[in-house]
């Protein structure tokens, strides 16, 4: 691995990268309308991630500017200590080394990933899905543009243009140091890598994420959450899948009919427990089992539960460990729900659409991770460091 860049020098880079996607943003337009057009798959959530766009291109740029102006993650100081014989021991944070990530359709990972692993220090490899490879190819020509200008080394970010049986041997048996894989996709790439791996790997899992409406919900909040988490960006991790209603509900027919009637209105396939399908439009579920599935469609399932326990039991028992919110104007019961759910963000009268790097201040994310080692959520800039004892002595030995 080439020596650690200054500071200085990384943010250089992010600049000039930001710059370069201005100037080059119509020839990234045009790669990515080669890609959608080639795109056959009838996978909406995919071919929605695929697509680049002005406003996407935004994105892109504030994750640039927000990693430029953010804090060196290295050299942090987390632990000191004076041994009696006075050698000086201290543990400071420091890159990973090499990380390689493989992800499906999405051409902003190539900025927002390759950002975030270059300014925290780390090699990237960066192995697209073919769907994406035109646009992916021109941002990768961008930023090896962006390290030669400022005298940096282009094999800080490598793409590897590998079909699946490469990819394969290269999990198995890497042709160079990988120290860290993060699969970053649907469930089939996420168990094939974990399959294959020769190395440690984050799973930036599913999601299947579930809003429980409390008895003293606000029925117009429960309202607005339900609608924005499902209908907002159906293809996203953070998109709502399962809804549960405490039978207790004060006017619980009256909301169950109104939800329907906006669910159906936003074009969502709706079903429903025995409770729930014997409302019009709702289809009863035929299996225990799609409790399990995330769906990235306009499709949900809603049901209903007789306490906050159960609740709780039951979105520990389904879902994907990714975001859980509950509705509820009591702060104690927020608590005891925020506390007891095994996931990796929890809200409370909120959206889950927030589980992300960019609205959680970290300037973006490499991943959100459903693991609970290295890193539980989304995997920031100050997130991709491992960390080192540094130990200074004077001739001490034991």
Request: net charge negative; aromatic share 6%; proline share 2%.
């Amino acid at each position: 691995m080439s020596l650690i860049l200054d500071i200085e020098k990384r943010n250089a880079v992010l600049a000039t990268m930001a710059d370069l996607l201005k100037q080059e943003d119509e020839t990234l337009l045009s790669a990515n309308a080669k890609d959608m057009a080639s795109f056959a798959d009838g996978d909406i959530a995919m071919r929605d991630r695929l697509k680049v766009n002005d406003a996407k291109i935004g994105e892109m740029l504030l994750s640039l500017k927000q990693l430029e102006e953010s804090d060196d993650p290295l050299g942090i100081e987390r632990y000191r200590f004076t041994h009696e014989n006075g050698m000086q021991v201290s543990n400071k944070t420091a890159p990973f080394g090499t990380v390689l990530i493989i992800y499906e359709s999405r051409p902003d990972v190539t900025i927002e990933a390759a950002g975030i692993a270059f300014k925290s220090g780390n090699r990237i490899l960066l192995k697209g899905g073919k769907e994406s490879l035109n646009s992916n190819l021109v941002l990768v020509d961008l930023w090896h543009k962006s390290l030669r200008q400022n005298g940096a080394d282009t094999n800080w970010v490598e793409y590897l243009q590998f079909d699946r049986t490469q990819t394969q041997a290269f999990l198995e048996n890497p042709t160079q140091n990988v120290d860290l894989i993060v699969p970053r996709g649907g469930e089939r790439l996420i168990a094939f890598v974990k399959q294959h791996a020769s190395c440690p790997v984050i799973v930036s899992g599913r999601g299947n994420n579930f809003v429980y409406i409390h008895k003293d919900a606000d029925l117009d909040m429960a309202m607005d959450i339900i609608i924005n988490a499902k209908t907002t960006k159906i293809s996203a991790c953070n998109a709502l899948d399962k809804v549960l209603i405490n039978n207790e509900l004060p006017n619980k027919e009256a909301f169950i009919k109104q939800l329907l009637a906006a669910l159906r209105k936003n074009n969502v396939e709706i079903l429903g427990d025995d409770h729930l399908a014997q409302f019009e439009g709702v289809s009863k579920i035929e299996n225990e089992s799609i409790w399990h599935e995330e769906f990235l469609d306009y499709k949900i399932v809603l049901g209903e539960v007789p306490h906050l326990e159960e609740g709780i039991i039951k979105i520990n028992r389904y879902s994907g460990g990714h975001s859980a919110s509950i509705i509820t104007q009591s702060n104690e019961v927020a608590e005891i729900f925020m506390n007891s759910v095994d996931s990796a963000a929890v809200y409370h009268n909120a959206s889950t659409r927030f589980t992300d790097g960019g609205q959680f201040g970290l300037g973006g994310e490499l991943a959100i991770s459903t693991d609970k080692l290295h890193q539980r959520g989304p995997i920031g800039l100050q997130h991709l460091v491992s960390n080192k004892w540094y130990v200074r002595g004077n001739g001490q030995i034991r």
